[in-house]
Structure formats: structure tokens, C-alpha cells
């Protein structure tokens, strides 16, 4: 996977510090290991890759050290954006690994938007028949359609899915860094920062450059 830095001049605000961010896996990996329903189960963390891949490593890291079972699999996704509006196009790619059928699958997001990709996960999982399955996203944006997750406290609502594990609610602005890019830049970064329409037109321009070399 090739993946770009973003220099520090094309981004903007600090959403969440290197520091928040293992602090903010270490309280999700708690609320896994008292969570009742994960009480005499092994779960599957299902990681939506690529952008989930940090927070998995984090969270499963954070799960080895409290002495939680759990096992790994992991399903490419790919949310087609227009600059950085969600298009509604979800790609679910090929997936390999354990039987899904009557396990507690949970899905491992980096951030949850316009809600089409954890919608899409949903009904791959079902058609596979999982005994159940939980939602965990490590940022959650507070845009008008997601609120309407709030109205019962994340437990789904009309054709929503339920929320289990959130780790940070943000404003519904694109950020980049931990796993999360912008066509493929910025996805290495150890802190997540708001990626500046400066930022986005100098990747554009890195694009456009690569493309015509
Ligand atoms: P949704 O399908 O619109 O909910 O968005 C989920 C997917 O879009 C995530 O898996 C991310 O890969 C990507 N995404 C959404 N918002 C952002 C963002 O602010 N930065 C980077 N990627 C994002
Ligand atoms: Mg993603």
C-alpha cells in the first residue's frame, strides 16, 4: 500500500494528539473487556482496512495486555469520495479469513461519516449469518444525518444500524493521519489533524503531477 505524508503547512487543527488517540484505545479496549456481551466469547475484530488498520493494531495491542481473547480478520472496503464528500459507492472487496457464520463479529471503522460503508459491512455480515454483530468506530462525525443516531443513545434508529463503541465524536470535517488519508496521503501521520483546502489542492496537484510523469 503506498501511502504519502501531507507537510505540516497544509494541515490545520490538532483533532487528536498522539497521546488522546492511545488513551482513547486503551478506554475502547476496557469497554470490550467489561462489555457483558463479549462475557464467555471470543470475538472476531473485524478490521475495515485500509484505514482501520492503526486503530486495530492499537486496540487488539491494548486487548493482548488486559488478557482478552478475541481473534483478527480483516475486509478491504473503499468509500469512493469526491474530494471529501462521501459518493454513496462502496466497494467490498474479496474476503479471506475465519467463518463469519454464527460468531459475535465486531466491526473495527476508522470513522464513521455518511454511514454508507457501515451500512454496506452490515448487510455482508448478515448475508453471512454472524450471531451478532457490533459496531465499534474510533471517530464518529456529528454531521445533521448522524445525529439522528442520537436520538436512542446510538442503539439504531429507523434503518441505522446500532453504535456500540465510539472512540471520539469530531465535527464533520475531513481529517487525515492515523490510517485516515485523502487519496492515499496523509494516512501516516500519529496524530489526526484537519486537512486544509490548501492540503487538498496541493494533493490534488501531487496527482495530477504523478500522473502525467
Ligand atoms: P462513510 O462510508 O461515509 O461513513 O465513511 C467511511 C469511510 O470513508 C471510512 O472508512 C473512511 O475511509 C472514509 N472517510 C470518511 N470520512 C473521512 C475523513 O474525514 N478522512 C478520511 N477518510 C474518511
Ligand atoms: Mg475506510
Known amino acids: 500500500m503506498d501511502s504519502f505524508s501531507i507537510p505540516d503547512e497544509y494541515l490545520g487543527g490538532v483533532v487528536a494528539s498522539a497521546e488522546r488517540i492511545q488513551a ?38 491494548a486487548l493482548d495486555d488486559i488478557g482478552f481473547s478475541y481473534e483478527s480478520a480483516w475486509l478491504k472496503t473503499h468509500h469512493i469520495y469526491e474530494g471529501t464528500e462521501g459518493s454513496g459507492d462502496v466497494n467490498i472487496f474479496p474476503y479471506e479469513g475465519p467463518d463469519l457464520e454464527g460468531r459475535l463479529v465486531v466491526i ?35 454531521r445533521p444525518a448522524n445525529i439522528e443516531w442520537r436520538k436512542v443513545g446510538l442503539n439504531g434508529y429507523y434503518h441505522l ?19 485516515l488519508d485523502y487519496n492515499e496521503f496523509g494516512r501516516d501521520g500519529n496524530e489526526i489533524r484537519i486537512l486544509t483546502p490548501e492540503g487538498q489542492a496541493w494533493i490534488e496537484a501531487q496527482i495530477r503531477v504523478g500522473t502525467t510523469q
Open 24 to 61: 482513547t484505545v486503551k478506554r475502547v479496549a476496557k469497554e470490550i473487556f467489561y462489555g457483558k456481551d463479549y462475557l464467555n466469547q471470543t470475538p472476531i475484530l473485524l478490521c475495515l482496512r485500509d484505514g482501520a488498520i492503526p486503530f486495530h493494531r492499537d486496540l487488539t495491542r
Open 108 to 142: 473495527v471503522e476508522d470513522i464513521i461519516d455518511t454511514s454508507e460503508t457501515i451500512l454496506r459491512v452490515c448487510d455482508f455480515l448478515d448475508k453471512r449469518n454472524v450471531a451478532h454483530r457490533n459496531i465499534c468506530t474510533f471517530l464518529f462525525k456529528e
Open 161 to 179: 444500524p446500532e453504535v456500540r463503541h465510539v472512540g471520539l465524536f469530531i465535527e464533520p470535517l475531513f481529517v487525515v493521519g492515523y490510517g
